[in-house]
């Protein structure tokens, strides 16, 4: 059993072409793989080939990787190479440097209804919470409605749904969990700008859910 | 600090950049707001709830077209 092996060890297997190494690492990392080509090509079968490009690429650059990047940063820049490249030349699919500045235009729009709040006038505490338009807490939820199936479609589509550059940003920040800088190398987008669109990804994520989870508001 | 204000700032104060002087003005609003509260630790569990997105396994025919892809290599 390799289940609780680390990376360097993994390699080092693999480059012996041990095969429960290389299952263990696509088991790890596949789906995030294909999940990170499908911002650049619409067709899930596309991301898919991309994606086995890239292991075969890191089968055959294997003795090459030094490991003074992470793996997961060498597999990553593989294939955002690659599926740029793919993209430039379908050419149908969206330009990342194009968004850069498309997305600081809605910077200063509010993530949260504005209606929530009392009037920036009002005399007792402005621009705080309506007390009928508060947050509730979550904490009385039941874990099994909260990590259900259906909830978690909900943020799929709802993160689908999302403008490009925010659908990528969440996607590469909170469900692979990749580092800020590491963001802004893939995308080719400032570390503010990077924040700003997980931000309002993020907010309608969960305005989502606080809609799902509680309809009375 | 308002609560219309604290929500603009929340993922920067989630991520650690926030400078300092705002948080503290954000950590003594939060001591004292209930709604802020709430608002943080949805989002907190939002934040946990997308993570749950990362664990989509492979299908078989991934997994087989993989498997595939390293006999060949291994053989080379």
Known sequence: MYAKLDEMTLLNLLRQRDEMAFTQLVERYHTSLVRLARLFVQDEAVAEEISQETWLAVLHGLSHFEGRSSFKTWLFTILTNKAKTRSRRESRSFVFSDFDDASTSFETSPTVNPERFKDASAEKSPNHWLADAQPASWAGIPEDLLLSEETLTLICQTIEGLPQNQRSVITLHDVDELSSQEICNILEISETNQRVLLHRARAKVRQALEDYLQPEH | ?76
């Open chain 2, 1 to 76: 600090m308002t609560c219309k204000e604290l929500v603009e700032l929340i993922t920067q104060y989630l991520e650690g950049t926030l400078p300092e002087e705002a948080r503290l003005q954000m950590e003594s609003h939060l001591s004292a707001c209930e709604g802020c509260t709430h608002y943080l630790e949805q989002m907190r569990q939002t934040i946990f709830l997308t993570g749950q997105l990362r664990e989509e396994s492979l299908t078989q025919q991934q997994r087989a077209g993989l498997l595939d892809l390293f006999r060949d290599w291994q053989k080379n």
